[in-house]
């Protein structure tokens, strides 16, 4: 299938593309001069316009037009969120190091190229082909053991040195720094934006009248340590992501504007597909909810919308799939999950996670802070419950604890009915409840507290919200975008270009004189000012080179259109000039005040280039 | 003076403010629910808005006006480029310790504040109250001797404890981190984001076609670790800053836009004024140039744009001031530098420094990489310069060293005639010459090396540009802002509001029925059309309250405009809608499909009120 799915233009040479990033400076490694680092890239002025550019648009195709509340959060992070959200004891790789000189590998990056290096091999035979191919299908629901087990079988080495290798270690992904001038306050760098907004939770939900079901979201950055990253924009150590957290009632999680995206098609590769080894296949997500391939309506709309954003910054929408995750590759309080994949020359890349992540962020943050983070919802009807309250004796509590009473009192008011009944229980079997505030544990006896129970009259049930969340990886999405962008000319020179969609292009379109002739001078002006007043960024070559040279270079960065001035610009009023659509070489003659409102029209795909050609004459230029 | 600017507004109340801006969501404290840390905020979808409004302001102002080159470089930094810019050894303050409890504050703020304190007390005598004034007006300048002389002769304690307090021990402001899994590679968060240009100079030059003067801009976060933060979003420990640098050639520091803004006045707060005890004073930028109160005209350009970038943006234009540097502190290679102070309730703020940095920072990389950061410049005709250079004996070279043979080779070619002269002489009297390349250094004797004088007609000369650097913080400008925007009605109620400037507000209109009837909902509906058509953010306040009430809500956050829907407006075709302007209270009455223009021209500053109250009939409320 994937063959099958490989485009026209996968004539594709990646050395071109990266000299061609690097030398037009899109984006290059840091700190280059000092030798590099590896996973840090900066990006350059074309880089930045294009990263620009695709933030806004994400930022309208979601927060404006769904009407989500967006916030800014820090990147430090305290160590204790962190520890609450997981990170700290489970977000690790495993690594082996090189017994000898100590060099690290990242464990099941080492065994996937040893694995790939010995299937390439001739004299491999066909069972260890065997061997090695079910090695490759289970590799992603390895742990440490089954990873040493297939590194001393095989008997793999460093791949530099050829030096043994330790036993897979848990490398923990965080950066690690401290805040604060004592030492003793130890935070991390966040490894994604989402707690910032769990944290928030109660602000939003307030912002939000107290309303469910809403979305937040979050534009920024996000670090993790990579062991040793190596594969460009795809892998990378410091990142700008883009984040939802979609509060929603557990108990309905449809959308109100599924029906606008029910018919849209995507391909599914679900868990099913994977595991009986079918293909990808393209269904309707509407019929994929009915059908419970996905679990429920508001993560199949993320999916829709995920799979129209994508395409619309110019994703080939051949090489996009949304992969399900198995089961052993969930967290254990996941309900479902599907990654958006983009096909590059580094295979099938995730680029998005779209999660249903049950209640597990909220709950976690209030077991680790006792407050409350939950919403209300109006019963239809009211209803008489149970109550069950551990009340305290204050003055006894008050003799036995002093100062420390309060806090008692405030542990048992947010105990559960299940926790009072179990307190109930020990108190009249033991005599001895222990009560834990916080990392402290506080002796009750029953005379400390008196268990009262009463029937209630109840209007709302209080509940924590599922979460559904849409993970962005920006800088994954425009290196796809960069090589579905690559094209290369069918003429003699075959040289390369990038055909960067009009939306997102970095600079709409150029301004080329014909000539250095001063004469042209006030068509130039004249085309700036009309551009200006359409908000289009354009770039001037006025140097030397022959037309067809700087076509050629404004091409090869991808502007969309250019704009030609000519000495028969001058014969007519208002002054004419010609516009070429960069990826079909083709060009049309207008009127300088028709110019703007067109090449606005057709980066907002308001109009495609075909309307602009039956709207305009064409015009043929002799120079290509 | 300070007394002399101070507006009609000062009814401010700081309390008042910080609670409106915490219940409305515009920022609070990072993890709360955790207990918060100091020093860090969260920014909620009003806070975030205004930001976003503020720095997408910031990038047309400068980088689209002026043409600047914009880079997005990576926080994470490695310890090698912060040593060679100076902040590994010198971006430090003094803290001084409470002697029993490890407390730690920073040195001048606990002295001015213990100052400030003593000039409160009545009983203070005369003599100390001299003694007291001296040393807050040389505080600036104090270094950790003249810090721990003031703290023992004043025998000032810890503000807390009463306890004693350490002498002044010097404190890094960086946040330490390392980088991959061997722990060896020490790193740090960038304290800002100018070190990211610089690295990149040679790439930048080059995208600019060897081209000086250039910009490069970036807009992006910065870390300082700063001792006890205390004063919200004046001093935080992660933020967003916005820079500039503009690399000129040293010897010709002219501007060509000069002339378009030398008329414009600015509040200049002169190292003389200073030191003289007089106030600042209002002069025109181009006078000040010439006059070499300011040293140059690219300076002066930038403090000019600086001026005009944060009226834009609501600075009260009588709380701005450019307060000059005093010669202590600066730092040596630093030519003048001129800092925009905004008066807020905490005093005159440093929000935007404008440096002129010489050479100083694309030398110091130069030395720590050896790779040559210079540009060119065409000689206005060719010149015969004496050219020395040390030339190896490559056999011989390599025999002795090796591998390292290029290296020295490579060392050997980037030595300045200078440094081949002194070569030269060393050989001749010790014979023996140590060359350092990178931290090692080797020997050579005679026989390895050569020297070699002629004469070569030269038509460039290389320099290294000199970099005037204007640095924005945005949180602390936006903080101004919001102090700024303050207001009380004189109304009974006294209510306050935020005045925020249209063209930055978070929201630009409310959409208020004036009752929940059915019959309002088309005409809702067509203003809903209309404001997306001009993209025009807005609010619907739809619940029960009055419509005073829910005036009062928006104006609150800053909505400059309201359109309120009554049943007079079903009456004509089209609908009719009130705009209300929210500072004013002042309401017209027009035609809905004329209400996205009104509002997007006010908002873009093309049209005031003023314009809109003579063009469309006024419509008296009852309901203010």
């Known amino acids: 299938t994937e063959i099958a799915l490989a485009p026209k233009e996968a004539s594709f040479d990646r050395l071109k593309l990266e000299d061609l990033l690097k030398r037009r400076f899109f984006y290059d490694q840091s700190f280059a001069i000092y030798g590099g680092v590896t996973g840090l890239y900066d990006f350059g002025p074309m880089g930045c316009a294009l990263k620009a550019n695709m933030l806004h648009q994400w930022r309208k195709h979601f927060i404006l037009e769904e009407g989500m509340l967006e916030v800014d959060c820090t990147s430090l992070t305290p160590e204790p969120v962190l520890k609450a959200s997981g990170h700290v004891d489970r977000f690790a790789d495993w690594m082996v190091k090189d017994t000898k000189n100590g060099e690290c590998f990242r464990a099941d990056h080492l065994i996937k190229n040893s694995i790939e290096k ?110 040793s990253p190596r594969q460009g924009l795809i892998r990378v150590r410091e990142f700008t992501m883009c984040e939802i957290e979609h509060f929603v009632d557990p108990d309905d999680k449809s959308c109100a504007k599924f029906a606008d995206i029910a018919d849209q098609k995507l391909v599914l590769f679900s868990a099913c597909n994977q595991l009986d080894g079918a293909a990808a296949r393209e269904v309707a997500i509407g019929e994929a909810v009915a059908k419970k391939t996905v679990a429920n309506e508001t993560l199949g709309y993320y999916m829709a919308r995920c799979h129209q954003f994508l395409i619309k910054v110019g994703v080939d929408p051949r090489r996009l799939r949304f992969r399900q995750h198995l089961s052993n590759e969930m967290a254990h309080y996941a309900q479902d999950c599907w990654d958006a994949e983009i096909l590059t020359s580094y295979g099938w890349i995730e680029c998005v996670g779209n999660a249903d992540r049950a209640c597990y962020d909220l709950q976690q943050h209030f077991k680790a802070t006792n407050v409350k983070l939950v919403a209300e919802k109006k019963l239809p009807q009211p209803v008489d419950v149970d109550i069950v309250e551990a009340q305290p004796n204050m003055a006894l509590l008050g003799k036995s604890y002093k100062k420390d009473s309060r806090r008692i009192q405030a542990a048992l008011q947010q105990l559960s009915s299940e926790d009072v009944t179990a307190l109930e229980a020990e108190l009249l079997s033991a005599k001895l409840y222990k009560l834990n505030v916080g990392p402290e544990s506080f002796d009750l006896t029953p005379d400390h507290v008196k268990i009262k129970k009463y029937q209630k009259k109840v209007h709302v049930q209080e509940l924590t919200p599922s979460v559904i969340e849409p993970s962005y990886g920006i800088g994954r999405i425009m290196y796809a975008v960069l090589e579905h962008s690559y094209r290369q000319r069918e003429t003699e020179d075959q040289r390369i270009f990038l055909a960067i969609k009009p939306l997102v ?58 704009i030609t001035v000519d000495f028969d610009s001058l014969k007519t009023s208002p002054f004419t000039v010609t516009v070429r659509h960069a990826e079909t070489m083709t060009q049309i003659r207008l009127d300088v005040p028709e110019v703007g409102r067109l090449v606005a029209d057709l980066c907002a795909g308001r109009l495609q280039w075909s309307d602009a050609q039956a709207k305009f004459p064409a015009f043929e230029s002799k120079s290509e």
């Open 118 to 227: 010995l299937l390439n091999e001739k004299k491999t035979s066909a069972a260890v082909r065997n061997d090695c191919e079910d090695v490759l299908a289970r590799l992603e629901g390895f742990d440490d053991k089954d990873m040493h087990e297939v590194i001393t079988r095989f008997n793999f080495k460093s791949p530099i040195t050829g030096n043994d290798l330790t036993e897979p270690i848990a490398f923990n992904l965080m950066f690690p720094t401290q805040i604060g001038p004592t030492g003793d306050f130890k935070a991390f760098l966040r490894p994604e934006t989402a707690q910032g907004i769990f944290v928030n939770f109660k602000r939003l939900l307030e912002f939000n009248q107290g309303k469910l079901p809403f979305a937040a979201a979050q534009i920024g950055l996000g670090f993790r340590n990579e062991i």
């Open 505 to 562: 292009a970095p600079i709409k379109c150029s301004i080329l004189p014909i000539s250095a002739n001063d004469t042209l001078v006030p068509v130039m002006e004249a085309i700036k000012k009309e551009l200006a007043l359409h908000e289009l960024s354009y770039k001037v070559d006025d140097s030397s080179g022959s037309i067809g040279r700087r076509y050629a270079r404004t091409d090869e960065i991808g502007i969309p259109f250019g």
